[in-house]
């Protein structure tokens, strides 16, 4: 299916993605863009899921771009690096690490528990939130 049909399926489902990108890879989806919130990316993703010939869908999707607010997070590992990854998800590649305690850049807060970081060191990826704390304000 054409960009256009995804796209109705997503308005369809009552979401607005304005920058919506579909991939179609023999069956597997690969969807990015920017929602409002969860909810309109759990819809969103459902609709998707419902189309002909689709079998899997792999999730970019983001909730913000968070660039511009400068913020930085706590790498909050037990003791170990934090994997930095080529994709949202343990399956992808690691890429490049961020020692324990260290301070990454949070670029884009990703929709599946996952976000866009820039290490110290410059590496960019994926890292789960689970391994990411906020630096209270001084």
Do not use: C
């Amino acid at each position: 299916a054409a960009q256009s049909s995804f796209a109705d399926l997503v308005t369809a489902a009552g979401v607005s993605i304005p920058d919506l990108k579909v991939a179609n890879e023999n069956g597997v989806l690969s969807v990015s863009g920017t929602v409002a919130d969860f909810d309109s990316g759990v819809k969103a993703l459902a609709a998707l899921k419902g189309a002909p010939g689709v079998t899997e869908i792999k999730n970019y999707l983001q909730i913000e771009d968070m660039t511009a607010k400068n913020i930085f997070m706590e790498v909050a590992t037990e003791s170990s690096s934090l994997n930095i990854r080529s994709g949202p998800g343990t399956e992808y590649d690691i890429v490049g690490k961020a020692a324990h305690e260290s301070k990454v850049k949070l670029i884009k807060k990703m929709f599946n528990g996952w976000y866009f970081i820039k290490s110290e060191e410059g590496t960019e990826g994926f890292s789960s939130t689970d391994y990411l704390k906020d630096i209270p304000a001084k």
